[in-house]
Nanobody
């Protein structure tokens, strides 16, 4: 099992910044990916950004150039720096860890943290 504890989030005005952090503990495989997904009311959960244990990153087109994901493999933490926030970024943000054991993988989720961007 893997436990994910998120911190950060809150209310910010358009153009502002927030930083989300997530700490993972438990059975973390050597090959894994950590990242952030978000879900707005009435919408499906969507990928925001991920980073693999090897350092490869992937971003949703909507956040490229504004958000930066980073991780500390020694501490099993992942952070998301969110700049130039827009009202459409408002959502519950979920931390994710995906343990990979070819050809399968297993996802774990945090409890979610609310990000609200006011216009």
């Amino acid at each position: 099992q893997v436990q994910l504890v998120e911190s950060g989030g809150g209310l910010v005005q358009t153009g502002g910044s927030l930083r989300l952090s997530c700490a993972a503990s438990g059975s973390i495989f050597r090959i894994n990916a950590m990242g952030w997904y978000r879900q707005a009311p009435g919408k499906q959960r969507e990928l925001v950004a991920t980073v693999t244990s090897g350092g490869s990153t992937n971003y949703a087109d909507s956040v490229k150039g504004r958000f930066t994901i980073s991780r500390d493999n020694a501490k099993n933490t992942v952070s998301l720096q969110m700049n130039s926030l827009k009202p459409e970024d408002t959502a519950v943000y979920y931390c994710n860890l995906r343990n990979s054991y070819w050809p399968s993988s297993q996802d774990y989720w945090g409890q979610g943290t609310q990000v609200t961007v006011s216009s």
